[in-house]
């Protein structure tokens, strides 16, 4: 294996868990700011190219995109342990996102509820 930047296996992986937990924020993040565009004055809902100013349709794009490769990459990852096809197992991947995403904010803000 290469030496990429002097980092040992044990540093890898504690390299990978910072950039799993990271994904997850950015993940969640996404799905915060989603709904609260979407919910709109006074609880009504909106839809993407609406017109509203808030609801801006490229970032909204360009959300999804960076949020459909989070959980394709969590779905994978679930896949190790888990053997149901990916199409049956997205809930989870899901779920998993936001449990991660919870222990992120966790991680960034000790003592603080997430």
């Keep these: 294996m290469r030496d990429w930047g002097g980092a040992s296996g044990r540093q890898h992986t504690l390299l990978a868990e910072i950039l799993g937990l990271a994904m997850a924020q950015r993940a969640a993040d996404i ?46 990852c679930l896949g190790r342990f888990d053997a149901r096809p990916a199409d049956e197992r997205w809930c989870d991947a899901l779920l998993q996102l936001i449990q991660l995403a919870q222990v992120a904010r966790l991680g960034a803000n000790p003592g603080q509820p997430g």
Aim: hydrophobic share 45%; proline share 4%; net charge negative.
């Design 31 to 76: 799905l915060d700011r989603h709904r609260a565009a979407l919910a709109g004055p006074e609880g009504t809902e909106l839809s993407v190219g609406s017109g509203q100013p808030d609801v801006d349709d490229a970032q909204f794009a360009l959300d999804n995109a960076i949020f459909t490769a989070v959980l394709d990459a969590a779905n994978e």
